[in-house]
């Protein structure tokens, strides 16, 4: 092996060892950044849209035309001292009807928008998700902290109650108590902690930060006060969702393909033309057109198949509806009732490491 192959060989296999990001390595995210982060990052966010391509991909393998068929036969007959041959050199096409072509292009691309909606929608309710763990970890680091102050003061405490128990100036069982308080105290410390590193280690690798060593948290999380709009103002704008109007195309695409296999009845048809020699003496040319006859198979399975996948995604639509509405609801009643309390909510969490 030549030096300049065990180089090479050597940079393929350091370069497949290394990671997106070194150890020891530390990482600045803030709010306002974080979505981009995770998207250049996240393999929740590869997936989501890899989905998609396969979708796109899909489309294209079904709408690809099939390829000419060319086929050579010899035929040769004898009778006593008689012979003769025949051969035939053919080319032969199956096209499909213009109609159903039609139709189905149609269908894929509706499907394909729905795919597309669907995929803005997962990425918007994913990003909503690793946000709310940027707050939800940032407060439980303001529990852990505070939890902390308050141990320190506990502690100092303990100490004053074991000085005035060896002056006799309080009771055993009194400092029993103020010690096993803090114990207490030290075992909510202690759960809150791990708590948070387990939410933390999940959110890292969701945002594809699982090497990184530290990731600190850059932006400061005010709580304001909340404006709430009327009900209806929130429910009229449920048919301008992402996840909407994936139904709704989802519910085309399968309009288009009940009207495709009603009209697949004869859904192709075969044309072929070829040169034909007789004994070489005789040259000509053959052509052809073949159509299935429609006689053992009416199409019927598939078309019941197809309305079917309409009446499913037509209820998955008036599921959707229905379910995004209550959750509004619940979410503005919730609201309201906290209202007070998260106006009057305006701390603040300083840079940290995660």
């Given amino acids: 092996m030549t030096i300049h192959r065990v180089f090479l060989s050597l940079v393929f296999l350091f370069a497949l060892g290394s990671k997106a990001f070194p150890q020891d390595s530390a990482v600045e995210i803030s709010f306002g950044g974080l979505s981009e982060f995770a998207t250049e990052n996240s393999p929740v966010v590869r997936v989501i849209n890899d989905d998609y391509s396969n979708e796109v991909t899909n489309k294209e393998i079904d709408l690809q035309f099939t390829n000419p068929v060319i086929s050579y036969s010899q035929e040769y007959v004898e009778n006593d001292s008689e012979e003769e041959r025949e051969q035939y050199l053919i080319l032969e096409k199956q096209f499909e009807m213009p109609w159903v072509y039609s139709l189905r292009r149609k269908s894929w691309n509706h499907q394909v928008e729905s795919a597309e909606y669907k995929k803005e929608q997962s990425i918007r309710n994913f990003m909503a998700g690793i946000r709310a763990d940027y707050v939800d970890i940032s407060l439980r680091e303001d529990k852990i902290l505070h939890l902390g102050e308050l141990r320190s003061i506990i502690t100092n405490v303990a100490d004053i109650a074991q000085s005035q128990r060896e002056e006799g100036a309080i009771s055993g069982v009194e400092g029993n ?41 850059s932006t400061k999380i005010d709580f304001k006060p909340v404006n709430i709009e009327p009900v209806d103002a929130y429910l009229s704008m449920v048919p301008d969702t992402s996840g909407f109007r994936q139904r709704e195309r989802k519910i085309e695409a399968a309009q288009k393909r009940v009207g495709m296999q009603k009209t697949s009845i004869v859904p192709h048809f075969r044309l072929f033309g070829g040169y034909k020699t007789i004994n070489t003496d005789y040259n000509g040319y053959v052509f052809g057109l073949s159509l299935p006859i429609p006689i053992l198979n009416l199409n019927t399975p598939r078309i019941k198949k197809e309305y079917v996948e309409l009446n499913l995604a037509e209820n998955e639509l008036y599921s959707y509806k229905l379910g995004t509405g209550h959750e509004i609801q619940t979410k503005l009643r919730t609201i309201s009732d906290y209202k007070e309390s998260l106006a009057e909510l305006t701390r603040s969490s300083p840079q940290r490491s995660l």
């Fill in 177 to 217: 108590l103020i010690r096993l308080a803090l114990s207490n105290l030290e075992s909510r410390i202690l759960q809150a902690s791990l708590e948070k590193r387990d939410i933390t280690s999940k959110w890292k690798t969701k945002i594809g930060a699982d090497t990184v060593d530290n990731v600190h948290l």
